[in-house]
């Protein structure tokens, strides 16, 4: 029956599940070959990736700052959705910092940064051309150029932020 759901979990099924499983690997409950089967069933949609990496990459568990190799190979071979998503929460959290800087909320900024952090090593790890061309597309966005400008417009991002996603982008290369 749980396998069923987790062919197409919602983006709420899936943030539940995540943060269940994470939850059983800090307790060392599964290992982490198990952790990584079930993590490349959920980022294997959309709305579970997407549910996947907001638990992972906000929250208090530990993978993302030492990802296991077989959850990298996961990652991995999940391809551009997995990419994408990594480079939408990049860009998201550095304009977040941004935000928080300003309004003096110190705690949301390291929360913010925090995230950022975790995209730019997990983005490292996977498929570097992929990597790459993303990275590139979200920098022609910060430029007003390309598809990425809709998606940056559409959050309101000013000049500033755009200035740090595309420091972001670019230190993702300077490993």
Not at 6 to 26: N, Y
Not at 61 to 75: H, Y
Not at 78 to 105: E, F, I, K, P, Y
Not at 118 to 146: A, H, I, S, W, Y
Request: net charge negative; hydrophobic share 40%; aromatic share 4%.
């Amino acid at each position: 029956m749980a396998d069923a759901q987790l062919s197409q979990p919602t983006f709420q099924q899936a943030m539940e599940i995540s943060a269940a499983w994470l939850q059983r690997w800090e307790n060392e409950e599964i290992s982490d070959e198990v952790l990584a089967d079930r993590i490349g069933e959920m980022v294997a949609s959309r709305d579970g990736a997407r549910g996947f990496f907001v638990v992972s990459l906000a929250g208090d568990s530990a993978l993302m700052d030492r990802l296991p190799d077989p959850v990298v190979g996961q990652l991995r071979s999940a391809g551009a959705g997995v990419v994408d998503l990594s480079v939408r929460n990049l860009a998201m959290s550095t304009a977040m910092a941004v935000h928080h800087q300003r309004s003096g909320d110190s705690s949301q900024q390291a929360g913010s940064e925090r995230v950022t952090s975790r995209c730019t090593e997990l983005l490292r790890l996977l498929e570097p051309e992929l990597v790459k061309q993303r990275l590139e597309q979200l920098l022609e966005g910060c430029d007003n150029r390309g598809e990425d400008a809709g998606f940056l417009k559409r959050w309101g991002y000013d000049e500033v932020q755009k200035r740090a996603i595309s420091a972001s982008a670019l230190a993702v290369a300077d490993a």
